[in-house]
DNA sequence: ACCAAAGGTAAGGGTAATTCTCTTGT
DNA sequence: TACAAGAGAATTACCCTTACCTTTGG
């Protein structure tokens, strides 16, 4: 995060009344009454009337360790002359009696002094921990023992620890510690980074590990080298690390991937010969019989050695997902038990979904396989919803709970809060959508080009006045098309698109995708005068925009937005299309490792100066989060970093999801 | 030599996502 | 009969914990 080199912290004065939203990432987005701007814009411009505030919850999980919560507000300036800047907020939560302000940008040596204040270090954090016992203990006096998925929270957290303490030393690359540091030169390296994550070193070890060992998430095997890994175990017998390092994986890779390997390993449909077999080495190993209910406590690899044709995972999955169901008399899943799961999860009322004991849940429930199976059952009902992973875990159950009680005409289309559009098409995405805003401002900047979208066509209905949906898109730039006012809208993930500037009397951006794809975007902007600036970004039912302008309808004319919508046609007839999907999304995954891994990520609120965007708008998006590169082929000269906008929207179905 | 802590490994249970295959509808 | 779409089964890359081993430093 940008929290770096921020020079002073400075009080945030309330003005009028302020609101705040959050959005998916727990930014925190200030709204505040446009009277105190009338003399910021120099180019004739409007300072957007948001800022996007970082909520930095140091010790989140343990409120009550605490007495009281302080936010200090910092301001971070962009660039000289540009009045828009990114706002930091920082909740620090105190303990009786401590005043000391404690700016998390304004690291010294942080880590020691949280530690000195007894701050985030949760004895949990600070030993390596490895037994049951220790958990136990430790559990029984009351501490926090976190262990599972980790949640994007902790991730974060994480990986600013690790920014800090990089900082703090003048380490560039977290590697260096990692791999190449002996151990008394990275003395204090895990305890550090541990801060305020309630598990074990051990486990952040591990992670860590991980995240920064490039042989890892490599992906998919080839043939090439399952042959050479068959090789090489035959060879180096269980040595994993040797394999791995010739292999160019991990270790842990490549003892995961011999374990799905096993020379008599069958494939495909399971025979009845072997179903027999596999109940009958179960229930033998575990001391059941049939017609029991087997979930847990069975020794998969035991199991696939009596099996002897199917690997351990073949084995455990057929037993969870289906044959103790069937041996066990169990009943068909319906459409009513995908309502009532929705329903008893809800009434389980959990502020997460790490809480839910599918266990409990799965009891008594004839067309429940497993606690497993229903689990993945779950995913398989969340995953309807495109953007289920940025949803807050009660916003996409209730969701969830209108979507699946809802008549079946309804489902399948697109399920949008704040949706727009009398006569959007439908989509087979279903897609929840939180209200969200982000600052987006665009600035106006004298243009020579002539106004464009000029004609008329469909209507796009607007919801009137009330806030609309907001969503982020992924980091994208503007690459010139050597057509004047029009540009290629570059998103990190190779995914160009035609974009049309105009900007007299208004900024118009368009863009869009082939006609037939469901990819199409329309980016839309209006601005009047140092009035209301407005960016709309309607991917199907979807529209972004800034809330700058209250009243919103009235201000979009109609015959704008329909020039618009005929705009987008003509472009998309002429569009081309890059790569194919499965180049596409290889580059993506690489993308999203990369974001994981990377740390200092190029800041978002360059300046935007020249390369082909002297005339026509200028559009800056001001985000503290991750920054995908772009692709080689697109020259960086010529690309406008404009900052960084996620879409979870566009990100699922560049995922190919649904 | 001993001990405790830190660092590391192997095994194995598990998750999340993709790919394959079968079924159903047109 | 051919095809498309959807659902469910199978597969797999990766994740996490546990138990135990090794190294290091006092």
Known sequence: MNTGDVPATVTLESVNSVTFTQDTDGNIILHCPQNDGEDLGSDGTTEPVHKRLRLSDEDGEDPQDSTSTEYSVVTLPITEGDESFEVTMTATEMRDGELESDDLSETTDRDSSAQKKGKDVSAVSQAWFTTKEDKDTLVNKGHKWKQGMWSKEEIDLLMNNIERYLKNRGIRDPAEIIFEMSKEERKDFYRSIACGLNRPLFAVYRRVLRMYDNRNHVGKYTDEEINKLKELRQKHGNDWATIGAALGRSASSVKDRCRLMKDTCNTGKWTEEEERRLAEVVHELTGTEVGDVVTQGVSWASVAELVGTRSEKQCRSKWLNYLNWKQSGGTEWTKEDDINLVRRIAELDVDDENEINWDILSGGWSSVRSPQWLRSKWWTIKRQVANHK???????????????????????????????????????????????????????????????????????????????????????????????????????????LPLTLSANPTVTLTAAASPSSPDQIILHSLTTDNENVTVQMSHPGIIIQTVTSEDLSDSLGQSELEAEQELVKEESSENQNNSGEDEQNEERSKDIHEGEKTLDSPKAEETVESSGMGEGAVLMVPSPSSFIPTNEDISTDSVLPLGTLTDPILQNQEEGSD
């Open 390 to 496: 940025e949803l807050p875990f009660p916003v996409l159950l209730k969701g969830l709970q209108d979507v699946v009680e809802a008549p079946p005409s309804a489902i399948n289309k697109v399920v949008v809060v704040g949706s727009r559009s009398a006569n959007a098409s439908p989509s087979p995405v279903t897609a929840l959508q939180i209200p969200v805003q982000i600052p987006v401002q665009i600035t106006h900047v004298s243009s020579s080009d002539g106004a464009s979208g000029t004609s008329d066509s469909e209507t796009i209905t607007l919801n009137s006045g009330a806030l609309q949906t907001f969503e982020l898109l992924p980091s994208f730039h503007l690459q010139p098309t050597g057509t004047p006012g029009t540009y290629f809208l570059q998103t990190g993930t190779n995914q160009s």
